[in-house]
């Protein structure tokens, strides 16, 4: 057996080091005594964290159709064990016998759907009530869910704490709400649809129904999904259609590094399966956006305060077609010398009345490159179901921006990833402008080698 020794110093590099290490394991593998050791090692060192499935068992999983939706094309992204764990195993954490805690995100939800709701079936809208039959309606939709709802009607019902947190709840949402009018009145969108889904929903009460897409090797894929809420317009006939995502709270706005790597795509998919079901018979779907129902206290001097109790907090922030920011918020293009911020959306109008201001972080795109972002997320679909389609389950969580998802993941014990042996799969951050300049690039390929 080779000796391998090291004079005092005297360093060699790390790829000396290894090749040298190598050789070393290699001897060992030759070796009698030592050779069954040997070959462990070897098989842990070039271990890769890759695996695949058979194509048998891939046909058994998902034959012709393969259902998905966003938030199913993002764990693939994100690490495509963790897809393979929580979709195809159906791995689940061991339950806790615990008392389950008020959900408010869901809460809100609930309110705000059925407050819509009664507003369709009273012939009514956000734009034309008063802020004072609005409180009326909301604070019976609020009542009557908290009495027949046993969840909400027992944890109220526990201590006088519960039932504030319900009067806290219900003091968000009606700031909220009317919020929510105050953005409906700036414009042309009228709220037509709330909880909706498109595609297999689970308790879902009213589909608009399938988007689907074809794949290159003859399977469907089929999406599904479920909008907050969908507003319409009539603009010069034609029947144009805005979605909206409610969040408990938006902590960034649109983010275009994770879009371009197919970590979150879930307004340009949106966008998509509406302009897709013609059930809805809507000729366009210019744009989606992230809506929040809570929003953080501002800090403010005594001589600020004036200025603040004007301030919007609830502007909405997603992508858009920038041809219709006018039917969004008339005021924001109302004077064609006046630049600044629309007050409800994250967009910015120039001093020439172009809505494309400050264009790297503002939602707005030119009618060109809303068009080629939505062909991109197409595209994106595609390449991530013929991934899953090929039986990958990799163990590789992506790395972005020095953050990756492993921290919080519940499949960490199960995988067994280790940042120390293992290897991420390591993304770059991007802005706005360097993502569609990749999009034009991909889209300009594509259309040469038809």
């Known amino acids: 057996m080779k000796a391998v020794c090291y004079t005092s110093g005297r360093l060699e590099t790390e790829y000396n080091l290894r090749d040298t290490l190598y050789e070393l394991l290699e001897d060992i593998c030759q070796d009698e005594q030592l050779s ?24 058994q999983l998902f034959g012709q159709e393969i259902r998905t939706s966003a938030g199913k094309l993002s764990t693939f992204a994100c690490c495509p064990y963790k897809y393979f764990a929580q979709y195809v195993l159906q791995l689940k954490e061991r339950g806790e016998l615990k008392f389950r805690p008020l959900q408010l995100g869901d809460f809100y939800h609930r309110i705000l759907n059925s407050l819509l709701k009664q507003l369709n079936k009273e012939g009514k809208n956000l734009a034309q009530v008063t802020n004072q039959e609005l409180r ?22 526990k201590s006088r704490h519960n039932a504030f947190i319900i009067e806290q709840a219900s003091e968000i949402l009606e700031d909220c709400v009317l919020a929510i009018a105050e953005m409906v009145r700036a414009g042309k969108f009228l709220p037509l649809l709330s909880e909706v889904s498109f595609g297999q929903v689970k308790d879902a009460t009213k589909s608009i129904g399938e988007c689907q897409i074809a794949l290159p090797d003859g399977r469907i894929l089929s999406l599904d999904g479920k909008i907050d809420r969908l507003d319409v317009a009539n603009i010069n006939g034609r029947r144009i259609a805005i979605i909206f995502d409610y969040k408990k709270h938006i902590k960034e706005a649109f983010n275009w590094s994770k879009f ?29 956006f992230y809506l929040p129902i809570e929003v953080s206290p ?18 909405a922030k ?49 009618p060109e490159d809303f068009e080629k972002v939505l062909w991109f997320t197409k595209e994106k679909i595609i390449q991530l179901a013929q991934e899953i389609l090929s039986g990958k389950i990799d163990i590789k ?44 690039t991909k889209f300009s390929q594509s259309r040469d080698s038809r």
């Open 36 to 59: 069954r050791l040997g070959y462990k090692v070897l098989s842990a060192l070039n271990y890769n964290n890759s695996a695949q499935l058979d194509k048998q068992i891939i046909q």
């Open 136 to 157: 009326a309606i909301l604070a019976d939709r609020i009542k009557e869910f908290t009495q027949t709802n046993s969840f909400v009607s027992n944890f109220v019902s």
């Open 260 to 288: 371009y790597y197919g970590l979150d795509m879930q307004l340009p998919i949106y966008i998509l399966a509406v302009h897709n079901v013609a059930q809805l018979n809507v000729e366009k779907t210019v744009g989606a």
């Open 298 to 315: 501002q800090v403010a001097t005594l001589n600020e305060l004036n200025k603040q109790r004007n301030d919007f907090n609830y502007k």
């Open 318 to 366: 997603g992508i858009f077609n920038g041809s219709f920011a006018h039917y969004l918020d008339y005021a924001a293009l109302k004077d064609p010398d006046k630049a600044g911020h629309s007050k409800f959306y994250n967009f910015f109008v120039t001093k020439d009345g172009e809505p494309y201001g400050n264009y790297e972080k503002m939602a707005a795109l030119s």
């Open 397 to 440: 969580p992506y790395k972005l921006g020095g953050r990756s998802p492993c921290s919080h993941c519940e499949y960490k014990s199960v995988c067994r990833f280790d940042w120390q042996i293992n290897s991420y799969y390591p993304l770059m951050l991007l802005n706005k402008r360097q993502v569609l300049d990749r999009i034009k």
